[in-house]
Every structure is written in C-alpha cells, then in structure tokens.
C-alpha cells in the first residue's frame, strides 16, 4: 500500500512543482538566516506562483527583517512552496520547508534558523520547529489545532500573534496550542492584537515590528551582538510576558 504521505508529495513533483527560495543576503559572512513561510489552502495541488497573495503577503515580512539584519549578519530566505495546499496527510508544505531547512544547512551550517510563518506557514514552522538549527519561531495568525504536535518546539523561543477578528484561523487554538507547548519550549509567548484580522492588514506595522524584534533579540542572544531595537520590543513585549494584549 503506498504511504498516503509519500503519494502526496509525488503527486506534486509529477506535475513538475517544485519549491522555490529566494535569498535577501547578509551583508557580510551569514551568521544566522531567517527563513520566511507563506500560508495557502487545506486541500490543493495548484502550482504556487509569485502572483498569488499568500506569498506576496509575506514579502513586507522579509524586507522588514532584512533592513533589520543583514549588516548583523542575518540573511533572510524565502519559501515559495511548491503546491499551495497542506493536503492532509501528505503535509504537502512541511515536505517543501524541511527541504528548504537542507538548503540552509548544506549552505551555512550550524548557523541558528529562524523560522516566520503566516496562516499555514505558521502551522508549518510549527511542525519543522524540532530540526536543529531551529533557534525560534514566529507563528503569524497560525492555522493551529488540537492536532498540531507540541513537542516540535521543544527548547524553541516561540511567538504566537494572532488578530481578535481573525475569521480564517482561530485565535482560540493558538492560545490552547501556546498553553499546551509552554513547557516544552525554551520561551512560549502569546500576542493577542485588538482589532486585527487574519491577512494582516490592520495594525501592520505592529505585527512587523512584533515578528522582527523577536527575531532580532533571539539572534543578538544568540551571536552575542547588540541590538539597539531590544528596548522598543521590550516596552510592548518583556520577556517575562507570556499573554499579551496589544
């Protein structure tokens, strides 16, 4: 019998979909890369292509963390999957981000990944959170449910942001899946944003602001460099904070 996983996966690269990086360089020698992941659908083999919403939305994102980090060494990659569905048990995208994971390792390895991912992405980043070179992740109004593991982030620094008037993913499972893999994880933070909605739109500069100061923090802690934006997210969220209303 074929593994419902594997026919999944082969179904895309039948029809020649593949996975797709895109690469914002550091300015100097890589000393740390944030890979960047768009959301898509529950159910479709469609080829994602660079016209499609899903991933445009997350080109700000990208930007936003490069300008922040590229003269501290951090490079920022984009995923484009290759089929825009989830797919079940196929797991359609978490197959395209453990690939993308490779690529990073093959090209820089040992170097601590961030992993930002929107809708499915965030349930994506959730799932790839256990490789090892994942440092932390950023879960941006994330398709979560009580399915999603917890263990995956084990020793991880997580964020969870998600709008109060999202109607395409549930705020609710992200705050029970926050409470779930709290103890597993090495930070567990949850941001609940008044007023915002699942694309992002309203209050967009905090959810920038949010997603690459985290990140940005995470990396100086780690590399031992000093970031001047620290303070600012410390204002709106301290470390201490483990549920935030913004």
């Known amino acids: 019998m074929t593994d419902r996983r594997t026919d ?4 895309a690269a039948a029809t020649g979909n593949q996975p797709a990086l ?13 890979l960047v992941l768009h959301g898509g659908k529950a159910h479709s083999f469609e080829p994602v292509e660079g016209r499609h919403l899903s991933p445009l939305r997350m080109v700000p994102f990208a930007r936003h963390l490069h300008r922040a980090g590229k003269d501290y060494g951090l490079a920022v990659w984009s995923l484009r999957n290759s089929v825009r569905g989830w797919n079940g048990p196929a797991m359609s995208a978490l197959h395209d981000a453990r690939w993308a994971l490779q690529q990073i390792s093959r090209q820089h390895p040992g170097v601590p990944v961030y992993l930002v991912g929107h809708s499915m992405g965030g349930l994506t980043a959730m799932c790839a959170a256990d490789d090892p070179q994942v440092e932390a992740v950023v879960a941006l109004a994330p398709w979560l449910s009580p399915e999603t593991p917890a263990q995956r982030v084990a020793g991880r620094k997580v964020l969870v942001i998600h709008g109060t008037n999202d109607r395409m993913t549930s705020p609710d499972q992200s705050r029970r899946f926050a409470g779930r893999a709290a103890a597993a994880a090495a930070s567990m933070q949850y941001v609940s944003l008044r007023g915002a909605g699942h694309f992002m739109i309203r209050r967009v500069r905090l959810w920038h602001t949010l997603a690459t100061g985290f990140v940005m923090t995470s990396f100086a802690e780690r590399t031992g460099f000093s970031y001047p934006s620290t303070g600012t997210l410390e204002k709106i969220l301290p470390a201490s904070a483990t549920q935030v209303q913004l």
């Open 22 to 34: 895109s690469v914002l360089p550091a300015t100097g020698p890589t000393k740390g890369v944030a």
């Open 8 to 11: 999944g996966y082969a179904k």
